[in-house]
């Protein structure tokens, strides 16, 4: 399995402009969480779904963030309009719970590299 | 989830085990206590996980205190490719959806 696969690696933009974040996971896993990692605030859980079902969007910083998830193999992180602020590492993450519920291991891509100038 | 403390950094010798500490003082009965590193420029990636009694795979051994409230994770031939940062968490195993709180980690530096 080529683990979970996270795109652009890099991505720079201006102010305002919109930027999306595309993350496959692990086929076979049922959930699925993005991350932001930055310098001042560490690992961040941003929003988690289930199932392609939202469950947990308590860390989405504002309005302007936005995720999706329209199949069980592709997810969207958006940010419009961006700002320089958002400049931070964006992680994706996958697992499945197993079947005693005790098994759990997340498995992280590569991440996104944000710089918003 | 409970809350884990960890020294900001340790150095280690390339060859010798490496003992990473984590205080988790406040662990309920039914929470786990899990390992996670960061290596540079990666993603985070899992390393072991154990309730109350000690665990060994491929990666590390972690060895619980008996009354849970600490942990150690040892890396038996510290490599300088396990210069990393080192994550500790303690949370239910199967509750709210495998969410899993980082917290500060202790960075670890495998010196030659």
């Known amino acids: 399995d080529a683990g979970v696969i996270q795109s652009p690696r890099h991505e720079v933009t201006e102010m305002g402009q919109e930027v999306t974040l595309r993350c496959k996971p692990i086929?076979?896993?049922?959930?699925l969480f993005w991350y932001r990692q930055t310098m001042m605030r560490g690992l961040e859980l941003l929003i988690y779904f289930n199932n392609n079902v939202p469950i947990d969007d308590s860390g989405m910083p504002e309005d302007r963030f936005s995720a999706k998830m329209p199949n069980a193999s592709f997810s969207t992180l958006k940010i419009q309009p961006s700002e320089p602020r958002d400049s931070a590492v964006y992680f994706c993450a996958s697992s499945s719970p197993g079947s005693l519920a005790t098994n759990e291991k997340l498995f992280f891509g590569s991440g996104t590299q944000l710089s918003v100038l | 989830d409970a809350k884990t403390t960890q020294p900001p950094s340790m150095d280690c010798a390339e060859g010798r085990a490496a003992n990473l500490p984590c205080n988790h003082s406040t662990i309920s009965g039914n929470e786990y206590v899990y390992w996670y590193r960061q290596i540079h420029s990666q993603g985070p990636q899992y390393i072991i996980h154990?309730?109350?009694n000690n665990e060994t795979n491929e990666m590390a051994s972690l060895i619980i205190t008996e009354d849970r409230k600490s942990s150690t994770l040892i890396l038996p031939h510290a490599t300088l490719r396990d210069t990393a940062v080192y994550y500790c968490?303690?949370?239910?195993?199967?509750?709210?959806?495998?969410?899993?709180?980082f917290g500060g980690g202790t960075r670890v530096l495998v010196k030659p």
């Open positions: 154990g309730l109350k």
């Open positions: 968490i303690v949370r239910v195993a199967g509750a709210a959806g495998n969410k899993l709180t």
């Open positions: 086929s076979g896993h049922d959930y």
